[in-house]
Each structure stands twice: as C-alpha cells, then as structure tokens.
Antibody, heavy 122, light 112 residues
Framework: EVQLVESGGGLVQPGGSLRLSCSAS????????MHWVRQAPGKGLEYVSA????????YYADSVKGRFTISRDNSKNTLYLQMSSLRAEDTAVYYC???????????????WGQGTLVTVSS | QSVLTQPPSVSAAPGQKVTISCSGS????????VSWYQHLPGTAPKLLIY???KRPSGIPDRFSGSKSGTSATLGITGLQTGDEADYYC?????????????FGGGTKLTVL
C-alpha cells in the first residue's frame, strides 16, 4: 500500500525553526517528484514547495522563498521541509504529496499524506 | 485571492447531480491540464480527476471532469451524503506572477 506519513509538526515561536519529515512506503520513492502543500485554519489549499525525483530541482512559493528548504533522501525514502524564520501566517497543516506520474516532470500532485500541524505562536 | 475561481458553496439533494466550476485564464487552465481534489475534514485530500477528465483507479465514474477554454468543471452524479466535502481544482500556471501549481479557493458541497 502506498503511504505517506508526515511528522515533525508542533508549536514553535515566531522566528523559530522546525523540520518536517515525510516517510514514504509502498512505491519507488526515488522515481517521483514530491510536493508540500499547506492549509491554514479555515482556509483553502496553498502550494508550498516541490522537488524533482532526483532532488536536482526545487520550487518555492513566494510566501516561503528564502525561509523554507525542501530536500529528500532517496536512500531513506524520506522528504523534508526545513522551515526557518517562522511567522504566524505559516500556521497550517502541512501535507506531503506524491506526484501522480513516475519519472521526470512535476505534476500533478496526487497522493496525499494525513498532514502534520504546525502552529507558530508565542 | 486565488488565481482560480470556484463558487464558495454548492448544494443538491441525495441522488441528484451537481457541477462545480473552476475559472482561470490562458496562463493556467487555458493551456494546461486540470486536476480535482476532494477533501473531507480531518482526512487527506484525494485526487478525483487528473488531465482534466481522467479518473485514477478506484474513483467511481460518478465523478467526471471537463474543460473548455479557460474553465473547467467537476461533475458528480448520484450524490451521496458521503460526498459532502470541500472540492478544489488545481493546475499549473505558467505566468511568473502566479507561480507554479495553483489551487482554486475551494467549494463546499452540501448534500441536503
């Protein structure tokens, strides 16, 4: 069974840092681009970041550029999101998402994890 | 303000049909495939439609997608109470101002 399990969320003060992890199983992780998408309380989905299957290319939304870093360890089947200089507006459930198609390319995001809640508050 | 525009809410009775629209522009829907997602509260969002009109395996044919020009539509027939959820469209936007992958603002479906 294909599965994505996020972890690392929690309460952090403004200006602080947090690293999210997404453990993948049930598929060849190294063959798929991966994404992070978030949903703030009471709001819609917001695309955050993406990384190609080999980690060679990355993308960041303007709202997180320069503060968040996406990475992956294909030997550990794990996706990461390093978040720093966190702001109250970063408070959200963060979802790890697997691309639908195998191989090169980015889209579309397809299989979602259950998400991990990040709360930025003093 | 989302790049893709969806109605905030739609409603219909059990067994009926409902459509949810997603309006964009030439930099997104007009020249790219559209995906649709179902999000029940407290659960992981689920891909319903990709490439504008294709269903992943396991998605019932009650769900359908179409695209015309700069708009896309999700159709759901034979509505069930379990279909009550938020629905989002998504696509790639090639304009620098919008970014990369964009979502609509979401539509809440109520099955009366």
């Amino acid at each position: 069974e294909v599965q994505l399990v996020e972890s690392g969320g929690g309460l952090v003060q403004p200006g602080g840092s947090l690293r999210l992890s997404c453990s993948a199983s049930g598929f060849t992780f190294s063959s798929y681009a991966m994404h992070w998408v978030r949903q703030a309380p009471g709001k819609g989905l917001e695309y955050v970041s993406a990384i190609t299957s080999n980690g060679g290319s990355t993308y960041y939304a303007d709202s997180v550029k320069g503060r968040f870093t996406i990475s992956r360890d294909n030997s550990k089947n794990t996706l990461y999101l390093q978040m720093s200089s966190l702001r109250a507006e970063d408070t959200a459930v963060y979802y790890c998402v697997k691309r639908f198609f195998e191989g090169s390319g980015w889209f579309p995001p397809a299989l979602w994890g259950q998400g991990t809640l990040v709360t930025v508050s003093s | 303000q989302s790049v893709l525009t969806q109605p905030p809410s739609v409603s219909a009775a059990p067994g009926q049909k409902v459509t949810i629209s997603c309006s964009g522009s030439s930099s997104n829907i007009g020249n790219n495939y559209v995906s649709w997602y179902q999000h029940l509260p407290g659960t992981a969002p689920k891909l319903l439609i990709y490439d504008s009109n294709k269903r992943p395996s396991g998605i019932p044919d009650r769900f359908s997608g179409s695209k015309s020009g700069t708009s896309a539509t999700l159709g759901i027939t034979g509505l069930q109470t379990g279909d009550e959820a938020d629905y989002y469209c998504g696509t790639w936007d090639s304009s620098l101002s919008a970014g990369f992958w964009v979502f609509g603002g979401g539509t809440k479906l109520t099955v009366l």
